[in-house]
């Protein structure tokens, strides 16, 4: 059973557009959510995170809100750039004794047109 | 600095068969995550080390195995090797326990693994 969900596979967005992103996630024991980002023929890079304790969390050109009643993230990217086409994952991690490893999405694969 | 380096980037292996996926994590770094992405699948969860033990393992059956060496780097083991083995294995590490609850992961570029 998929405990975090990236609904829409793919994203098309005009380059200086918002670029939205979303994730729902089902356990209420995640406390810790982050962002990655894949590009082709490399490893998932870290892009921006936020603890359940906030609501929003921004760097730069991302902004990551978390709504925790509804169990849901999101991803802003404003303005979109052509360089940000890539999947991005949604990951989430438990408050546990389990240890530190992530939950991920099935990604979501962005294009920002020119 | 180096980051996270896999090997090989390609195996191709038959039904049956064993193989062994390595990994080189970032200097000072003393976990190593294992993850499996699966056509159509986002990452799976497998096994984490730290410090040299094996500290949880994902939803996986017993074929799926490792170990951590006391330079840090870690390898994979899949025996026994299925169709439905067929996906991009990527490594990730990252400061270890001690780095606390908002430790990130690096990941390696990954290792695709076919199974004929």
């Known amino acids: 059973d998929q405990q975090v969900k990236q609904n829409s596979p793919s994203l098309s967005v005009q380059e200086g557009r918002i670029s939205i992103l979303n994730c729902d996630y089902t356990?209420?024991?995640?406390?810790?959510f982050l962002w990655y980002k894949k590009y082709p023929a490399e490893g998932p890079t870290f892009l921006i995170s936020?603890?359940?304790?906030?609501d929003k969390n921004e760097d730069g050109r991302f902004t990551v809100f978390l709504n925790k009643s509804a169990k849901h993230l999101s991803l802003h990217i404003v303005p979109s750039q052509p360089g940000d086409s890539a999947v991005y994952f949604c990951?989430?991690?438990?408050?546990?004794?389990?240890?530190?490893?992530?939950?991920f999405g099935k990604g979501t694969s962005l294009l920002v047109t020119p | 600095e180096a980051g996270v380096t896999q090997s090989p980037t390609h195996l191709i292996k038959t039904r049956g068969q064993q193989a062994t996926l390595r990994c080189s994590p970032i200097?000072?770094?003393?976990?190593v995550y294992w993850y499996q992405q699966a056509l159509g699948l986002g990452l799976q969860f497998l096994l984490w080390?730290?410090?040299?033990?094996?500290?949880n393992r994902g939803n996986f059956p017993p074929r799926f195995s490792g170990r951590q060496f006391p330079n840090y780097s870690s390898e994979l083991n899949v025996n026994a090797l299925e169709l439905e083995d067929s996906a991009l294995y990527l490594c990730?590490?990252?400061?270890?326990?001690?780095?606390?609850?908002?430790?990130?992961?690096?990941f390696g570029p990954g290792t695709r693994l076919t199974v004929l």
């Open positions: 936020i603890s359940s304790i906030k």
């Open positions: 356990n209420s024991m995640f406390d810790y």
């Open positions: 990730a590490s990252s400061w270890g326990l001690a780095g606390g609850p908002r430790n990130e992961q690096f």
């Open positions: 990951a989430v991690r438990s408050n546990s004794n389990s240890g530190y490893a992530l939950n």
């Open positions: 200097s000072g770094h003393t976990s």
């Open positions: 080390y730290d410090e040299g033990e094996e500290r």
